[in-house]
């Protein structure tokens, strides 16, 4: 069976930095494009960023273009998110998903994608 599996959550000051990780298992990493998505309470889940199948298209919200990184590691099976110059507005549960799709364009919406992670925390305090 398809599983992610998210860690690198925790809790940060503003303008420091973290890197999420999302490993994969049960799938063939290298055909499935992967998205980072995040929902704070009372809110709806949104886009972060996601990233083709090869790694050479990427998509990032407004909100987090410039500050984040999504990169993938296809012999490891891994996808990244790289976070830097943290907001308390970035405060959210962080989810893994992915789609089995060999194409150029990158899924960014969340009704694409088959498979979720469970999520991991990020806090940013002020």
């Known amino acids: 069976q398809v599983q992610l599996v998210e860690s690198g959550g925790g809790l940060v000051q503003a303008g420091g930095s973290l890197r999420l990780s999302c490993a994969a298992s049960?799938?063939?990493?290298?055909?499935?494009?992967m998205g980072w998505f995040r929902q704070a309470p009372g809110k709806e889940r949104d886009i972060v960023a996601a990233?083709?199948?090869?790694?050479?298209?990427?998509y990032y919200a407004d909100s987090v273009k410039d500050r984040f990184t999504i990169s993938r590691d296809n012999a490891k099976n891994t996808v990244y998110l790289q976070m830097n110059s943290l907001k308390p507005e970035d405060t959210a549960v962080y989810s893994c998903?992915?789609?089995?799709?060999?194409?150029?364009?990158?899924?960014?919406?969340?009704?694409?994608?088959?498979?979720w992670g469970q999520g991991t925390q990020v806090t940013v305090s002020s």
């Open positions: 998903a992915a789609v089995n799709r060999r194409r150029t364009r990158v899924p960014a919406r969340e009704d694409e994608y088959d498979y």
């Open positions: 049960g799938l063939t990493f290298s055909s499935y494009a």
């Open positions: 990233i083709n199948w090869s790694g050479v298209n990427t």
